[in-house]
């Protein structure tokens, strides 16, 4: 599976200050979401758009690379390491810079290469925020724009869930959205919290809450040695993050969201049982209710 760590040269060695994030606006909910453009790596890879797309109805495309950063995305194009174009069925796959520079893009969320704190360091992530959002507005002028927060290894020295914790405000926020928000062409972006899901579904699970899940690893890729991948997702995880993308962007609870979904390769997808799906569409639900950074109202996820 392909890396999502980004491999590249140093340019700039210190990290920024935190800046804090303006408050939200509260969204209105969407009358309709027809395309959702995904930006990033294999954190999004082909399956969460997919999964998405189920839920929704949406038509989406993306274009993703190994570990790629959001300069990189601007300035390679097809030259980026791990170069793949994605789209639903009833779309042909377009590079970014021409999906976004035409209407017809309802959403774009974007990510950024983790380690999140060497991609601000060395990859100005504010300044490559504000360049992709800005572009997305002059054809589009009311896109919604998310930035999707993802998560370091299991392995990470510093603790996995304790990163989580502490870096959703101090780098996603704090250190990207907020000095992004400083140029006043991009409006206002919005968080897709996919780390505090997959946190608050592994924490479920280490404590005996969720139905046949015990562990963290359990949502995360095994190789076909069995090894764990420390990073990627399984299908459960990604289940998790689909839905975390759904009920921000959608505006609704996600909770009785059917369970057994298809990969995009259209294979089925490993899925919880009936039971756990629905203790997982609770977290997710409950995750989103309490971070007014998504821009979603509380009561609309009841």
Same mark, same amino acid.
């Given at each position: !599976?392909?890396?999502?760590?980004?491999?590249?040269?140093?340019?700039?060695?210190?990290?920024?200050? /935190?800046?804090? !994030?303006?408050?939200?606006? @509260?969204?209105?909910?969407?009358?309709?979401?027809?395309?959702?453009?995904?930006?990033?790596?294999?954190?999004?890879?082909?399956?969460?758009?997919?999964?998405?797309?189920?839920?929704?109805?949406?038509?989406?495309?993306?274009?993703?690379?190994?570990?790629?950063?959001?300069?990189?995305?601007?300035?390679?194009?097809?030259?980026?390491?791990?170069?793949?174009?994605?789209?639903?069925?009833?779309?042909?796959? @377009?590079?970014?810079?021409?999906?976004?520079?035409?209407?017809?893009?309802?959403?774009?969320? !974007?990510? /950024?290469?983790?380690?999140?704190?060497?991609?601000?360091?060395?990859?100005?992530?504010?300044?490559?925020?504000?360049?992709?959002?800005?572009?997305?507005?002059?054809?589009?002028?009311?896109?919604?724009?998310?930035?999707? /927060?993802?998560?370091?290894?299991?392995?990470?020295?510093?603790?996995?869930?304790?990163?989580?914790?502490?870096?959703? /405000?101090?780098?996603?926020?704090?250190?990207?959205?907020?000095?992004?928000?400083?140029?006043?062409?991009?409006?206002?972006?919005?968080?897709?919290?996919? *780390?505090?899901?997959?946190?608050?579904?592994?924490?479920?699970?280490?404590?005996?809450?969720?139905? *046949?899940?015990?562990?963290?690893?359990?949502?995360?890729?095994?190789?076909?040695?069995?090894?764990?991948?420390?990073?990627?997702?399984?299908?459960?995880?990604?289940?998790?993050?689909?839905?975390?993308?759904?009920? @921000?962007?959608?505006?609704?609870?996600?909770?009785?969201?059917?369970?057994?979904?298809?990969?995009?390769?259209?294979?089925?997808?490993?899925?919880?049982?009936?039971?756990?799906? !629905?203790?997982?569409?609770?977290?997710?639900?409950?995750?989103?209710?309490?971070?007014?950074?998504?821009?979603?109202?509380?009561?609309?996820?009841?």
């Amino acid at each position: !599976m392909a890396a999502a760590f980004g491999w590249h040269y140093h340019r700039r060695t210190k990290i920024p200050p /935190e800046m804090t !994030m303006k408050p939200r606006s @509260v969204l209105q909910a969407p009358e309709r979401i027809g395309s959702i453009f995904h930006l990033g790596h294999s954190l999004v890879g082909p399956d969460i758009p997919h999964m998405v797309a189920q839920f929704g109805g949406n038509s989406y495309a993306s274009q993703i690379g190994w570990g790629t950063t959001l300069q990189a995305h601007w300035t390679e194009g097809d030259a980026l390491a791990g170069y793949e174009l994605y789209a639903s069925g009833d779309r042909d796959p @377009v590079p970014a810079h021409q999906a976004l520079s035409a209407p017809g893009v309802d959403v774009l969320v !974007m990510t /950024e290469m983790v380690e999140i704190r060497d991609a601000i360091s060395w990859f100005d992530s504010p300044r490559w925020l504000a360049e992709w959002a800005a572009l997305a507005r002059q054809s589009n002028p009311d896109i919604r724009i998310y930035l999707y /927060e993802t998560w370091n290894p299991l392995d990470d020295p510093d603790g996995w869930l304790e990163r989580i914790d502490n870096d959703l /405000e101090a780098y996603w926020q704090g250190r990207i959205i907020a000095p992004a928000e400083t140029n006043d062409r991009i409006g206002e972006i919005f968080v897709i919290p996919g *780390g505090q899901a997959i946190a608050a579904v592994a924490r479920a699970a280490e404590a005996g809450e969720l139905p *046949g899940v015990t562990s963290r690893e359990e949502l995360f890729a095994r190789d076909e040695a069995g090894n764990q991948d420390m990073i990627h997702l399984n299908d459960l995880g990604a289940y998790v993050i689909a839905l975390t993308h759904f009920a @921000v962007i959608y505006q609704q609870s996600p909770v009785g969201l059917r369970h057994q979904l298809l990969r995009a390769d259209g294979t089925p997808a490993i899925a919880f049982s009936a039971e756990a799906a !629905m203790h997982v569409q609770q977290i997710v639900r409950n995750v989103i209710a309490r971070l007014p950074q998504t821009g979603v109202a509380p009561e609309r996820l009841s």
